[in-house]
Structures are given as structure tokens and as C-alpha cells.
């Protein structure tokens, strides 16, 4: 079987997987309870829900927008948009989140764009990037509101303990990453240029590229990665639609609670946010069933919402943030590997 036909499979796996989760978290919740709350939901709320949780789409599409011009990408703002669709699909689709599906969507940015893969990798990698900075600052404000407040609880000061040593680890790790940036290409690129060439070797007909090239692109990335750096109001801009965008995904959770006559206050929603989106990282594609426990466990302990509320909440929310998106994803990315054409390295 080659590498392209097991991953399938793994994907298929996965979602299996996913799937069989999702539906042993809402047997232990209650079906009947979490179906009793989903019918309190309007219709005309559904509407609206719906249609806002297209709006971090439209914010973040416009960030890979500033980005992808800074690279000199001949861009338009409806085709970033577009492009940040399809990425949110390839990365939901894929297992581990962002870590699988940012390479897929740096290709298919540079297939759509015609730039070399290292600089649409490198524009993903910027918006994700901006985009967890902005989640993190919006966690770090509403934790401070509520840290400020007599309204604390010890499943707060569990929530806040637990988004602050995981945003602290990984902040350590990315700035001493990025400060060895050029050593840490070189060690990865020829790293992986090694691994290509097993794989050449073991695959007949199949012509990896050499280590140097890896390590020419690798260096390359960094150099993308640079460049929008360097722009501090670019950047600046970039930051802002991303924490536009992360209040949009919180609104669409404090509606969906609102919806089911369970609100809870706004800061405790932008708390939960951040650190639900850890479930990201799991290995279902788009972490299905385990963001859906995840947030349910959250809105439960730190809201103080009855379980079956909490549950409808997340699958309400998941539902117009995640699933209808994610399969307007789909169909963009369809289309956009149709109508595109490889990109040539050599021109």
C-alpha cells in the first residue's frame, strides 16, 4: 500500500474513531436530556447562529489576504478568503489539527496562487500563528477580569492554572525556536530530506528531492517567515482581524448558551474558548468528541451549567463554528484543486 493510501485509511480510522466517541460522550451525558435541550433552539436563533459562524471566516480569510501580499502573492481578497476555507478544512480533516493540516494547505495555497510551497506554507503558518497569539491574549484578558472579581471558584482557578502553563510552555518553545531559526531549518531540512530519500529509495519510480533542497527550502520558509515579520504594522493588522475573529467564535458560544436559556457571562466564555481549542490537538480529525467533552466539561465547571445544557451548547456550537464551515471548506477546496495547476519550481 503507499504512503497516500494508508493515510487515507488512517483518516478513515480516525473518523470512525471520532464518530464512535461523539456517540459514547452523549450516552454518558443522556441522549434523551441533550435532545430535550437542543429543542429549546428557535429556529430564527439557528439562523443567525449559522450565519455568524461563517464571520471568523470572512475575518481570518482577510488576515491570509495581508499576508499573502506581503509574499507578493497575486492574491484577491475573495480568493484568501476562499483559501482560508479550504485550509480550515484540511485541517480539520486531518488528525493532530493544525500540525497535519498546515503543510496540505501551504500546498494548496502555492497550487492556487502559483508561489513556491515554502512561501504558502509560510503565510498558513503566519495566520495560525497571529490567530493563537490573539486566542491567548483574549484568555489572559478574561482570565484577569475574572481573577479580579469575587466570582472565583476553584474550577476557574484550575481552567486559568491550566491555559497559563500551556500558553507559557509553548511561548517558551516557539521564542527559542525562532530565535535558532536558521540552525533549527537546517537540522529539520536535512532531517526530512534524509527521510524523502529512504522513502525514494524503498519507492520505485518516486524521485524525492535531494537533502540540500530540503534544506534550501526549509531556509526559504524561514525567510517567508521573516518577511512578514518585518512589517510591524502589516502585522499589527494581522493581529487584529485575529482577535476580531476569536471574539466572533466566542459570541457564537455565549449565543449558543443564550439560545438555550443557559447564559453565562461573556468572560467566562472567552475563558473556555482558548483552552477548549487544546482538543485541536488530538488525533480525530478536527479533535471530534474529544472537543465536544472538552467544551462540555468546561461550560459545566466553569459556568456552572447543568451537563445536558452544556452538551447541547457545544454540539450547537460545534455544529455552526466547526461542521457547516468545515464542509463549505470542502467544497471550496474541491474546487480550487480543479481549477488550479501545479506549481513548477523551475520557472
Known amino acids: ?136 491574549a483574549l484568555g489572559v484578558v478574561a482570565a484577569g477580569a475574572l481573577l479580579g472579581t469575587a466570582a472565583v471558584d476553584d474550577a476557574l482557578l484550575v481552567a486559568v492554572g491550566a491555559g497559563g502553563v500551556t500558553a507559557a510552555v509553548l511561548g517558551v518553545a516557539a521564542v527559542a525556536a525562532w530565535r535558532r531559526r536558521d540552525r533549527v531549518a537546517d537540522r529539520i531540512g536535512g532531517a526530512l530530506g534524509g527521510v524523502l530519500s529512504r522513502v525514494g529509495d524503498a519507492m520505485p519510480g518516486v524521485e524525492p528531492p535531494g537533502r540540500d533542497t530540503v534544506v534550501e527550502r526549509a ?46 457571562s461573556p468572560a467566562r466564555v472567552l475563558l473556555v474558548v482558548p483552552v477548549a481549542r487544546l482538543a485541536g490537538a488530538s488525533p480525530t480529525p478536527g479533535g471530534t468528541g474529544s472537543a465536544e467533552a472538552l467544551l462540555t466539561g468546561l461550560l459545566v465547571a466553569v459556568g456552572g451549567v447543568g451537563a445536558p445544557v452544556a452538551a447541547a451548547a457545544a454540539l450547537v456550537y460545534r455544529a455552526v463554528a466547526f461542521w457547516l464551515p468545515t464542509l463549505g471548506g470542502g467544497v471550496i477546496t474541491a474546487l480550487l484543486v480543479v481549477a488550479s495547476e501545479p506549481y513548477d519550481s523551475r520557472r
Open 219 to 264: 531556509r526559504g520558509f524561514v525567510a517567508a517567515l521573516e518577511r512578514v515579520g518585518d512589517s510591524r504594522r502589516r502585522l499589527g493588522a494581522v493581529l487584529a482581524v485575529g482577535v476580531a475573529g476569536h471574539l466572533a467564535v466566542a459570541t457564537t458560544l455565549w449565543l449558543s448558551l443564550v439560545a438555550l436559556d443557559a447564559p453565562i
Open 1 to 136: 500500500m503507499t504512503d497516500h493510501g494508508r493515510g487515507r485509511w488512517q483518516t478513515v480510522g480516525w473518523t470512525l474513531v471520532a464518530g464512535g466517541g461523539l456517540w459514547l460522550y452523549l450516552r454518558t451525558v443522556g441522549v434523551d436530556a441533550v435532545a430535550a435541550a437542543l429543542g429549546r433552539l428557535a429556529p430564527a436563533d439557528a439562523a443567525v447562529l449559522v450565519a455568524l459562524g461563517w464571520v471568523p471566516i470572512l475575518l481570518w480569510g482577510g488576515a491570509l489576504y495581508l499576508v499573502l501580499r506581503r509574499l507578493d502573492a497575486p492574491t484577491t481578497l475573495p480568493a484568501s478568503v476562499g483559501l482560508f476555507a479550504a485550509s480550515s478544512f484540511l485541517n480539520n480533516v486531518t488528525p493532530f489539527g493544525q500540525a497535519g493540516g498546515d503543510p496540505v494547505s501551504g500546498a494548496l495555497v502555492a497550487r492556487t496562487e502559483g508561489v513556491p510551497f515554502e512561501r504558502g506554507f509560510a503565510a498558513v503558518v503566519s495566520v495560525g500563528a497571529a490567530n493563537a497569539v490573539a486566542v491567548v
